[in-house]
């Protein structure tokens, strides 16, 4: 699935490729009824701004949906996973996105192998395209999977998460990023979340930067909290602003959004 950032007309949006995963945290008389995941998904976007001009319909497969737990004392959670048969965007539907209306595209790694060739058009508009409407590419590798791990070298901006990480053997984020720093390109920068113990990156200059995260007075949700602190990296970073200080955005949002239910009222 793609979809895009709402704007002003004739502004440079930011892209996302991932796919949409419906997430149940509680229901309080009945579930949605049958067959109406994709619509609720497609309201919810067009309620928030987001444009869904770029999105796959599938004929086929239905919507992953996850039933979320959330525990009304400390905001963790435990989630099941209903996956299914729901195919990932392609490269030949990439193939119709007018690449010249981005400033930024971010790629949730997910199928490999037809990222790689998406990758690889973004990287031939870049080349042929005016220093001012080039296109910035950012990837999240988030998932264990050796098939993935290639993609780290592919963005300007790379996400590792604290489970990759650890699935390296890494301790904590600085160990993770200087360990891992040599599998990305060069001039990128290397960003891993570490939950509770904040974030830290390593920008093209070679130095860490780091932020303290910032807890809620109460912890109530900490469902999309990742998602969160990501999406509000890419915010600053688009806007021009220092490595440290969209960190430190990030953080501060990620922070906010444990402290409500949900995702209204973070900013």
Known sequence: MAARAGGAAGERRILCVGLVCLDIISVVETFPAEDSDTSFIAADFQRRGVDTAHVVWQTRGDVPCACCIVNASSGSRTIVLHDT????????????????????????????????????RVERHNRAAAPGQRVRISVEVEKPREELLPLMGRGQVVFISKDLAQHFGYRSAPEALRGLRGRIQSGATLICAWAEEGADAVGPDGKLVHSDAFPPETLVDTLGAGDTFNAAVIFALAEGRTLQDALTFGCRIAGRKCGIQGFDGII
């Open 85 to 120: 048969n729901l195919p990932d965007v392609t490269a030949r539907d990439f193939e119709r996105v007018d690449l010249s209306q981005y400033k930024w595209i971010h790629f949730e790694a997910r199928n490999a192998a037809e990222q790689e060739a998406m990758l690889d």
